[in-house]
């Protein structure tokens, strides 16, 4: 079969295309024929050593599958860890679901991680309630276009979206976001509580780290929650427990790992997510799909910021 493979860490060049064997399926596990695998922020840390948890090479990335399974046919979507930039995948049977009809593979995708880190986001990590004004950051993205949509239904009153781009920042007002500001870090505080009707904010979700994080930090108000769920500047933060104590801010951390050996927090969230794209309540914004053969160039795309929405790849093209 095909697949992207990586034998060293570095820049997108180090992503191959080359020949392997089908995998085999362990105990547990099923065989997936790959008709979309969905990229993330996490692949490109992955790439470059600085991933939370460390890979062995040579690898063969991608965390996340749609296709059919080879014992029954079914169409599915599932989270695989690592094996997605390929025509086959395995996974966990316990984290394989099959797509309802009338969704297709890339909306699939959207919802089994960055859909359910969205969900978690407001409902576990962040409990939002009572109207509360709540921050999403790179709100064209992935994460970040879901939960902008699922914010007022969530508990949130004033959502408040970020991006880089006027084009990006029109998206997020489409999608039902309040208010839309630049993203820049400098001057970002500011903006934060201008965009909030001059009161700071109850809630942000981050995920660039560095600036980013310490200007959100900064507009928080008093029992706020900054839920960080990404470094995508590479760029990590201190923070001393006297700022927190000053301002009864509260900051938490989401990796969507913690996640995998709780089912009830997948299935519960997973389908109450399907369950809204059927009404009509949530739109998924997928991306570009790029043949298997690109994923370096579309990885690249990614880390720079020129896609939205849910990025693919598709190994049948």
């Given amino acids: ?27 547990g596990e099923v065989l997936v024929r790959v008709t979309r695998a969905g990229l993330n922020f996490a692949d490109t840390h992955r790439r470059t050593n600085s991933y939370l948890a460390q890979d062995e090479l040579p690898l063969v990335p991608g965390s996340e599958v749609a296709g059919v399974r080879k014992d029954n046919g079914e169409r599915v979507v599932a989270l695989c860890g690592s094996g997605g930039y390929a025509e086959y995948a395995t996974a966990p049977g316990a984290l394989t679901f099959p797509i309802p009809e009338g969704v297709d593979d890339e909306t699939a995708l959207a919802l089994v991680l960055q859909g359910l880190t969205a969900w978690h986001l407001y409902r576990t990590c962040a409990r939002t309630s009572g109207g509360e004004s709540v921050v999403v950051h790179a709100a064209a993205g992935g994460v970040g276009s879901l939960a902008v949509q699922l914010g007022k239904s969530m508990g949130a009153g004033r959502v408040i979206a970020t991006a880089s781009t006027h084009d990006k920042r029109a998206l997020a007002l489409e999608l039902g976001a309040d208010a839309a500001v630049d993203s820049a870090a400098e001057g970002l505080t500011e903006r934060l509580v201008q965009a909030n009707l001059g009161t700071p904010v109850d809630v942000v979700f981050e995920m660039a780290g560095g600036a980013m994080f310490d200007a959100s930090l900064d ?99």
Avoid at 1 to 23: D, F, H, K, N, T
């Fill in 219 to 317: 507009a928080l108000a008093p029992f706020g929650r900054l839920v960080t769920y990404g470094i995508a500047s590479g760029n990590g933060n201190s923070v001393r427990s006297g700022e927190l104590m000053r301002r009864s801010r509260a900051i938490v951390g989401f990796w969507f790992v913690h996640c995998i050996d709780r089912p009830a927090m997948i299935d519960q969230a997973l389908a109450d997510l399907f369950e809204r794209v059927r009404r009509g309540d949530l739109r998924v914004v997928t991306g570009p799909a790029y043949p298997l053969a690109d994923a370096a160039r579309a990885q690249a795309d990614l880390a720079e910021r020129r896609t939205t929405g849910k990025v693919t790849l598709d190994p049948t093209a």
């Fill in 1 to 27: 079969m095909r697949a992207i493979q990586m034998s060293e860490y570095g820049g997108p060049e180090v992503l191959q295309l080359v020949e392997l064997p089908l995998p085999e399926p362990a105990p």
